[in-house]
Nanobody, 117 residues
Framework: QVQLVESGGGLVQPGGSLTLSCTASISIIDIFIMGWYRQAPGKVRELVARTSTINTTLYADSVKGRFTISRDNPRNMLFLEMNSLKPEDSAVYYC???????????WGQGTRVTVSS
């Protein structure tokens, strides 16, 4: 399994921007899918965005056009650039890695994003 550590969360005003980072303990070049999920209080964890080694990218409808996911393979890092943030984007954001073969799934500890004036 891979260890994942998120950073970059914090408090931001509506309309502001944040970039989340996820650092992996191993090379990510062969990790099939890496993504970001979020969980708001009282809600289920939901997919925000994910990217694969076959260059497919998926975004939740609620963040399309505002968020951008990217991988930096040499630095073993995953990023989530978040723009035009809304209060409903407030949640704990989790980094996720899905490895093949074996279907191993790993999660980070989460980083909190609060969008409020």
């Amino acid at each position: 399994q891979v260890q994942l550590v998120e950073s970059g969360g914090g408090l931001v005003q509506p309309g502001g921007s944040l970039t989340l980072s996820c650092t992996a303990s191993i090379s990510i070049i062969d990790i099939f899918i890496m993504g970001w999920y979020r969980q708001a209080p009282g809600k289920v964890r939901e997919l925000v965005a994910r990217t694969s080694t076959i260059n497919t990218t998926l975004y939740a409808d609620s963040v399309k056009g505002r968020f951008t996911i990217s991988r930096d393979n040499p630095r073993n890092m995953l990023f989530l650039e978040m723009n035009s943030l809304k209060p409903e984007d407030s949640a704990v954001y989790y980094c996720n890695a899905f490895q093949m073969p074996g279907s191993h799934e790993s999660w980070g500890q989460g980083t909190r994003v609060t969008v409020s004036s």
